[in-house]
């Protein structure tokens, strides 16, 4: 039998697209064919494809138009079979023809009109036909849901309340919340059977104020009671005393495992075993002991919910009671989350559906918005330590030593001066991160503004936990991990909950803030529409831009390379001097870059310099600072640095402590001249020439290099000395360029309003054999892997 276009085989036999369903061999496949579902359903979508090809989609017209006035007025195009009007009428209908060529007359006609009305008449949307679902699945389908949601904020008469009915449209309901509790009530009474005095506290979103519907039930086993229990019930034995007063301990599951040595795999094992015999209604029992924080991850069948169990997480219970009081501090900021949340998820740039990804998770993107209304000016919240300061001594709390201190009542915490509406504060949102330098700085909702990276980079050091000096002895621990996005935990500052993310994502995020932004200025966002057109968030809601802002005849007039400042691949050395150089540090990693860049055209890519004036000059003022304004230890780098240092003339590294006060105060003014250009350094300029076609071929030479070579295979870009002999190889055999090409390399170091990065634009000054292109095209992925690799060097 052939397959039709609808039985795909897998690995388990086959499965139909039309039915969706898995059918385990060939005999079965025939019956299923030949049966009746399969059958039927192959009439309906015949017929739907009929009814797609009769018909016509019309709208245009008067709100009070009757489904007999449209059936009258199409008639003149051949017999109407049907009309179907939309359910809130008035919006469009469906005028259903006989035949095909009736809706083709219709469609040739070029105007139409209707009760005085112009209408628009168009082709009907040609849908893929999928198995009609059973049951309430308009509610499970997002789509069907998002356009619902779309048409009722179409009706509201302000953005404010756009954003009031979104948080009504995805809010928890009481009646979500008490089946939530009961399983809570379920689950403690079955846990308390096995680990006697433990308690299942729930925390994130359930509770948190910013649940949504279909929201995970994050639950933590909180076994610290369970443990004194335990070591009672132990001690007693070892005396020969009763056992405990009620006997837990004898026929409890305690008496497999000691909780004061099990790791929190082991509890989780057993979390897990209880899960599946024990709680009627779970499955889909999973455990994840792999994780950051080892995880059960359970479903409820019944109750239809998703849940998560996890151990030592008291933390996460604190920080989800730091929601819940910031939302009782403000009353905008529940609307401002639940329409970022959900613009956020549209563009998918948050929310990884299962488990860890390069998202970012709703906590993440939840501080972020408390972070940027701590920055508005007034601020609309107050800081984590602003916070702190207002508790009193009862509310004092220290977990794992982290300082979680902050009052348990909104009503301590004074009201904002900000008056702003949501309308405002959500564009306000979008104009903070769209100009956000997220490599260079890290968000502190701690002290409630950004600070700067360098303050990090000496991650091998650590860091001192900032609890209160009369609290536990402050103790040292890790830095955060620094990524392309560094968002730190209130209280477990050493946490980046954004670590997650890659630097496409950030970029990503950037990019939707910037077009969020762009569109909020428009009227379209600030007024609803009189033409029942789409305005305010709904446009927001629209699935995500394409990649990159620019068009491609643009990115082809702009001939730019970026290297972005990334602090996780720089080599400790230099992290410490960029650390030294606190605000400086852009003008001194612009100079390693610019000496990585050197490097990569010169003896990378043999390319032969033609003037390199400024080069010199600016990296000579930048080395400088490097070297005395900073008093930085100058490592073995000469061979990178005095590539781009071509002149070959170096100043005194130190100042003579003999030279008198003179000298000294020329030093100091010239310091500070430095600083300035380590602050904002110059634009630096090249010239080049390249005679061979360094890039043709390229990928080829080097796998015929590495193998009659047992060094171990790099990626492409990955390594200095392996691309130098593929180009030198290259040179060898190829013939040189008849003429030369030649171009321009102009470098600068941009930061403080955007990404922190090094901006390199090319312009080709000759080429008569029109290779430039060519030659940019592989410049642009292979540069900044090269220079990175270079930087990356621990001697760089
Ligand atoms: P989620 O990111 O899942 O947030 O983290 P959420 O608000 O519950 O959103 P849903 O479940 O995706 O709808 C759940 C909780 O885990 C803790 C926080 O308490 C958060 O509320 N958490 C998460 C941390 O403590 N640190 C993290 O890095 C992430």
């Known amino acids: 039998m052939e397959l039709d276009k609808d039985i795909q085989t897998t690995q388990r036999g086959f499965h139909c697209n039309l039915c969706i369903v898995n059918i385990p061999n060939r005999p079965s496949l025939e019956d299923h064919v030949k049966g009746k579902k399969h059958q039927h359903l192959l009439r309906l979508r015949a017929q739907r494809k009929a009814q797609e090809e009769n018909s016509v989609f019309v709208s245009g017209f008067k709100p009070d138009t009757s489904q007999t006035d449209l059936k009258e007025y199409f008639a003149q195009f051949g017999p109407v079979s049907d009309v179907i009007m939309d359910k809130q009428k008035g919006v469009y209908a469906i005028v259903e023809f006989s035949e095909p060529q009736n809706a083709e007359a219709a469609l040739a006609q070029l105007q139409h009109q209707l009760n005085g009305l112009k209408l628009r008449v168009k082709p009907r949307e040609r849908k893929e036909f999928k198995l009609a679902s059973r049951g309430k699945q308009d509610s499970k389908n997002p789509q069907i849901c998002l356009d619902k949601l779309n048409y009722e904020l179409c009706k509201a008469t302000s953005v404010n309340e756009q954003m009031l009915k979104v948080v009504e449209r995805f809010e928890l309901k009481d009646n979500e919340k008490k089946v939530r509790d009961l399983l809570v009530q379920l689950l403690q009474e079955v846990f308390t059977e096995f680990f006697p005095d433990c308690q299942i506290v729930p925390f994130g979103s359930s509770v948190n104020t910013f649940g949504i519907h279909s929201c995970d039930l994050d639950l933590f086993l909180d076994l610290e009671n369970t443990k004194v229990f335990q070591a009672r019930a132990k001690s007693s034995e070892a005396t020969g005393e009763n056992q405990s007063e009620d006997c837990r301990s004898e026929d409890s599951i305690l008496s497999d495992i000691d909780l004061s040595t099990a790791t929190p795999a082991e509890v989780l094992e057993l979390v897990a075993v209880i899960l599946r015999k024990c709680v009627p209604g779970v499955h889909k029992v999973q455990t994840l002991s792999t994780a950051r924080l080892p995880v059960v991850k359970f479903s409820h069948r019944e109750l239809n919910l998703h849940g998560d169990i996890t151990i030592n997480n008291r933390l996460a219970v604190r920080n989800t009671r730091f929601l819940q009081l910031c939302s009782g501090i403000d009353s905008r900021l529940r609307p401002l989350v639940y329409t970022i949340r959900l613009w956020a998820k549209q563009k998918q740039l948050a929310g990884n559906l299962s488990g860890p990804g390069p998202l970012l998770n709703n906590y993440a993107l939840t501080l972020l918005v408390i972070f940027y209304l701590q920055n508005r000016d007034p601020p609309v919240l107050p800081s984590?330590?602003?916070?702190?300061?207002?508790?009193?001594?009862?509310?004092?709390?220290?977990?794992?030593?982290?300082?979680?201190?902050?009052?348990?009542?909104?009503?301590?915490?004074?009201?904002?001066?900000?008056?702003?509406?949501?309308?405002?504060?959500?564009?306000?949102?979008?104009?903070?991160?769209?100009?956000?330098?997220?490599?260079?700085?890290?968000?502190?909702?701690?002290?409630?503004?950004?600070?700067?990276?360098?303050?990090?980079l000496q991650s091998d050091e650590e860091v001192v936990?900032?609890?209160?000096?009369?609290?536990?002895?402050?103790?040292?621990?890790?830095?955060?991990?620094?990524?392309?996005?560094?968002?730190?935990?209130?209280?477990?500052?050493?946490?980046?909950?954004?670590?997650?993310?890659?630097?496409?994502?950030?970029?990503?995020?950037?990019?939707?803030?910037?077009?969020?932004?762009?569109?909020?200025?428009?009227?379209?966002?600030?007024?609803?529409?009189?033409?029942?057109?789409?305005?305010?968030?709904?446009?927001?809601?629209?699935?995500?831009?394409?990649?990159?802002?620019?068009?491609?005849?643009?990115?082809?007039?702009?001939?730019?390379?970026?290297?972005?400042?990334?602090?996780?691949?720089l080599p400790e050395p230099l992290r410490a001097q960029l650390a030294l150089a606190g605000q400086g540090f852009r003008g001194l990693w612009f100079a390693k870059v610019c000496s990585a860049v050197h490097m990569v055209f010169h003896e990378v890519l043999k390319c032969s310099p033609l003037e390199e004036t400024q080069t010199t000059a600016v990296c000579q003022n930048l080395d400088k600072a490097d070297r005395d304004g900073n008093e930085m230890e100058v490592n073995n780098n000469q061979s990178v640095e005095d590539s781009v240092l071509k002149t070959g003339k170096k100043r005194p590294l130190a100042v003579d402590e003999d030279e008198g006060p003179s000298t000294s105060t020329v030093v100091q003014a010239k310091r500070q001249k430095l600083d300035a250009d380590m602050e904002h350094p110059e634009p630096v300029h090249w010239t080049w020439t390249q005679r061979n076609c360094v890039w043709a071929g390229r990928r080829k030479v080097r796998r015929d290099l590495l193998k009659t070579s047992d060094e171990t295979s790099k990626p492409e870009g990955g390594c200095v000395d392996i691309e130098s002999r593929v180009t030198q190889s290259i040179v060898e055999k190829e013939e040189k360029l008849q003429d030369l090409l030649e171009f321009k390399v102009d470098a600068e170091v941009v930061g403080g309003n955007e990404s922190t990065k090094v901006v390199l634009r090319f312009h080709p000054s000759h080429d008569t054999a029109g290779v430039f292109q060519d030659f940019f095209h592989f410049l642009k992925s292979f540069l900044p892997k090269m220079a990175e690799t270079i930087l990356g060097r621990a001697e760089s």
């Not at 955060?480 to 980046?496: A, I, Q, W």
């Not at 379209?524 to 709904?538: E, H, M």
């Open 384 to 456: 984590v330590n602003q916070l702190k300061n207002m508790a009193c001594e009862e509310e004092k709390c220290i977990i794992e030593e982290w300082d979680c201190t902050f009052p348990s009542q909104p009503f301590i915490v004074p009201p904002s001066k900000n008056t702003e509406d949501l309308c405002t504060l959500l564009f306000g949102f979008f104009t903070f991160y769209s100009k956000f330098d997220f490599s260079a700085s890290v968000v502190s909702l701690r002290d409630g503004h950004v600070l700067p990276i360098t303050d990090f």
């Open 465 to 569: 936990k900032p609890s209160e000096a009369s609290g536990p002895k402050p103790q040292r621990s890790s830095a955060p991990k620094l990524r392309p996005m560094n968002v730190l935990d209130p209280f477990e500052l050493n946490h980046n909950v954004a670590g997650n993310i890659n630097e496409r994502t950030q970029k990503n995020f950037k990019r939707e803030c910037c077009e969020a932004e762009k569109y909020c200025r428009s009227l379209q966002y600030q007024q609803k529409s009189t033409k029942g057109k789409s305005w305010g968030l709904v446009r927001l809601f629209a699935p995500p831009t394409e990649a990159g802002p620019r068009s491609q005849v643009d990115t082809e007039k702009i001939m730019e390379v970026s290297i972005p400042f990334k602090a996780d691949v």
